[in-house]
């Protein structure tokens, strides 16, 4: 039972892990191209599109990658691998 549970959970952060990445980029975007009332809180100007917000979100976005890595690694080491059928299967 337990053990079932503590699977669940690591499939659950896995998927977490890959929204990640999508996500801060996605916020990075509409940091970017967002409002431009947005800026007041900024001591940046107006017309330079990558601020504080954009740079941090980029930055996260990048950290996150590596769960991305590790799933396309995954994939391609399982496209890569031949099934060898044996008498009987």
């Known amino acids: 039972m337990a053990a079932s549970l503590v699977g669940q959970a690591s499939d659950v952060s896995g998927w977490l892990g890959l929204a990640a990445a999508p996500t801060f ?4 975007w509409i940091s970017a191209v967002g409002s431009p009332g947005m800026s007041i809180c900024s001591g940046a100007s107006a017309s ?6 954009v740079l941090m979100y980029l930055l996260m976005s990048v950290f996150h990658l590596s769960a991305w890595l590790k799933f396309l690694s995954a994939g391609w080491q399982r496209a890569n ?4 059928q044996t008498e009987g299967d």
Request: glycine share 0%; hydrophobic share 55%; charged share 15%.
């Open 48 to 53: 330079v599109p990558v601020n504080d917000m």
């Open 25 to 28: 980029a996605l916020m990075a």
């Open 81 to 84: 691998t031949r099934v060898t």
